[in-house]
């Protein structure tokens, strides 16, 4: 009945030729967008996607660098110290949340499996098709979006 309803008001649109935007007619939106990039391209506007129900990631391809910068901060280099060294270090390694360290690795298996050739690349639903250049989510958005309704 709300079908029949939806459809009956869109003909009578069409025909009375109001411009109203049919409700198909809704631009439409991917279910996931994922972010593949490094330290120096950070993902912009995460929420105002994220908050149009869109499932949003952003992976990094620098994980490993910034896990092992953040072990090595601060830690003595002195050949006297070995012992300090190794004890902070271990202690560091212990308060890793574990999900943290399997991310470290995602990026790589999920360009590897999407056919990521550079980066930083937004992948859409995925891998149905990417995007690159972009980190911006609200303009990749738009993008897809645009090439959708051609």
Partial sequence: ????????????????????PCAHQEQQ???????????????????????KGIA??????????NVAAHLLREVPRDPEHVD???AL?????????????????RAQIYARRWGVKRV?????NGGEEVLYGVTDFARALEIWQEERSK
């Fill in 1 to 20: 009945m709300r079908l029949a309803l939806q459809f009956g008001v869109c003909l009578a649109g069409l025909l009375l030729w109001t411009g109203a």
């Fill in 29 to 51: 939106q991917p279910h996931s967008m994922t972010l593949i990039t490094y330290n120096g391209r950070p993902a912009i506007n995460v929420e105002e996607v994220r908050n």
């Fill in 56 to 65: 949003v990631h952003s992976l990094n391809l620098d994980g490993l660098i």
């Fill in 84 to 86: 300090e060294a190794a």
């Fill in 89 to 105: 270090i271990q202690r560091r390694v212990a308060e890793l949340d574990p999900n943290d360290l399997a991310s470290v690795f």
């Fill in 120 to 124: 930083p690349a937004l992948v859409i």
